[in-house]
């Protein structure tokens, strides 16, 4: 069992807006959680990771929160720009005898001029 | 360094037919993973090889099958297609186990 989920299909924010990706997991058991990003016609992008014993995680213009109280992901891109504008996954990593991905189903991100 | 390649980009196919499609994962990666695009569904884990061996399998039925080469590029194979198969499917490698897994383009695939 366990899932993960997003709370909204899309979302539009101004340029130079922060914007906040969230996402929801029900595995307790999950290792670590990733956030990719998938513009049109690509292949999903790895962004950042987070590992289940921490927290927070920061990388340019991004920032991973977990909430494993909640079972709860957040993505915050800050000061986003029009190369942003993209499909945002984020995945668990389950180790069942071997790592397997399991996705979430996706928020769409729009920036607008 | 070349990213993970897949051929072809496109493809469109009849049900009932069957289909191969193929995956070249960066130099030096040798776990190759499959998964399945839809709207609907979205990335759906398929199967996991790494060194020639299948490590890991989602849930999809026996039609879909996958297999890898010693020089670690991979093949997937789909048998009687369905309209339900019409998808992104997307190769992704990585080094080991352990790290971070690179994703191709995909083939889009389109059964009528």
């Known amino acids: 069992g366990g899932s993960v989920g997003l709370h909204l299909p899309t979302l539009s924010v101004q340029e130079g807006d922060n914007s906040i990706i969230n996402c929801a997991y029900s595995?307790?058991?999950?290792?670590?959680f990733i956030w990719y990003k998938q513009e049109s016609g690509k292949g999903p992008q790895f962004i950042i990771d987070i590992r289940s014993n921490m927290d927070k995680r920061q990388g340019q213009r991004v920032t991973v929160l977990l909430n494993k109280t909640v079972k709860h992901l957040s993505l915050q891109i800050a000061a986003t720009q029009p190369g942003d504008s993209a499909v945002y996954f984020c995945?668990?990593?389950?180790?069942?005898?071997?790592?397997?991905?399991?996705f979430g189903q996706g928020t769409r991100l729009t920036i607008n001029p | 360094k070349a990213g993970v390649t897949q051929t072809p980009r496109y493809l469109i196919k009849t049900r009932g037919q069957q289909v191969t499609l193929s995956c070249s994962p960066i130099s030096g990666h040798r776990s190759v993973s499959w998964y399945q695009q839809t709207p609907g569904q979205g990335l759906q884990f398929l199967f996991e090889?790494?060194?020639?061996?299948?490590?890991n399998k989602g849930n999809f039925p026996g039609r879909f099958s996958g297999r890898q080469f010693s020089n670690s590029r991979s093949e997937m194979n789909v048998s009687t297609l369905e309209l339900g198969d019409s998808a992104l499917y997307l190769c992704?490698?990585?080094?080991?186990?352990?790290?971070?897994?690179?994703f191709g383009p995909g083939t889009r695939l389109t059964v009528l």
């Open positions: 992704a490698s990585r080094q080991t186990a352990y790290n971070e897994q690179f």
């Open positions: 995945a668990e990593i389950r180790i069942q005898g071997a790592q397997k991905l399991v």
């Open positions: 595995n307790s058991a999950s290792d670590y």
């Open positions: 090889y790494f060194s020639e061996t299948q490590r």
